[in-house]
T-cell receptor, first 113, second 115 residues
Framework: DAGVTQSPTHLIKTRGQHVTLRCSPISGHKSVSWYQQVLGQGPQFIFQYYEKEERGRGNFPDRFSARQFPNYSSELNVNALLLGDSALYLC????????????FGQGTRLTVV | RKEVEQDPGPFNVPEGATVAFNCTYSNSASQSFFWYRQDCRKEPKLLMSVYSSGNEDGRFTAQLNRASQYISLLIRDSKLSDSATYLCAVNIFPQASGGSYIPTFGRGTSLIVHP
């Protein structure tokens, strides 16, 4: 079985640009969560989607948005990129029951210059 | 106060040592608890779930103390390959949410095992 897949793995963008990150969850999982991880910190929660509906939103500006598709894959969009958006963006897949563990993709390393 | 707190370390120990990490959480409605391992510039990988009765997997033992709201990870007979960052994760039900448990992570504890 394929695990969580994210694309692209690395990305370099210029300040002010827009970026779209993609995630495909584990087959059978209906929940996708997005996290931002900067060096030396734990993953910070951005969004959670379950059955195509937003179930949670972390403390991130409106420049960050996401959606989930009928096949449960998901996109994270970030507009008007800032230098401080440079980070590892992680997608986590889970069944969505709340009691189970999350499985991570390999992440997208975003560098904003 | 952060919802999940960990001592960032680093914990610098010799091979063969026993080392323990603690993690505290603030939301008493927390549902499930986990330890993840993260290697440098890689994604976190599930190490083990933490059950109320405690659980063991080889050299690793995890325990949960709901009354004091902390979880622990004990590593016995440390190996060089255990060097990594250990993240604790708690499924928290936020006060204002659409109704879903959110996996919430601590900042991680760095472990360095030296020869």
């Amino acid at each position: 079985d394929a695990g969580v897949t994210q694309s692209p793995t690395h990305l370099i963008k210029t300040r002010g640009q827009h970026v779209t990150l993609r995630c495909s969850p584990i087959s059978g999982h209906k929940s996708v969560s997005w996290y931002q991880q900067v060096l030396g910190q734990g993953p910070q929660f951005i969004f959670q989607y379950y059955e195509k509906e937003e179930r949670g939103r972390g403390n991130f500006p409106d420049r960050f948005s996401a959606r989930q598709f009928p096949n449960y894959s998901s996109e994270l969009n970030v507009n008007a990129l800032l230098l401080g958006d440079s980070a590892l963006y992680l997608c986590a897949s889970s069944s969505g029951t709340g009691v189970d563990e999350a499985f991570f993709g390999q992440g997208t390393r975003l560098t904003v210059v | 106060r952060k919802e999940v707190e960990q001592d960032p370390g680093p914990f610098n120990v010799p091979e063969g040592a026993t080392v323990a990490f603690n993690c505290t959480y603030s939301n008493s409605a927390s549902q499930s608890f986990f330890w993840y391992r993260q290697d440098c510039r890689k994604e976190p990988k599930l190490l083990m779930s933490v059950y109320s009765s405690g659980n063991e997997d080889g050299r690793f033992t995890a325990q949960l103390n709901r009354a004091s709201q902390y979880i622990s990870l004990l590593i016995r007979d440390s190996k060089l390959s255990d060097s990594a960052t250990y993240l604790c994760a708690v499924n928290i039900f936020p006060q204002a949410s659409g109704g879903s448990y959110i996996p919430t992570f601590g900042r991680g504890t760095s472990l360095i095992v030296h020869p």
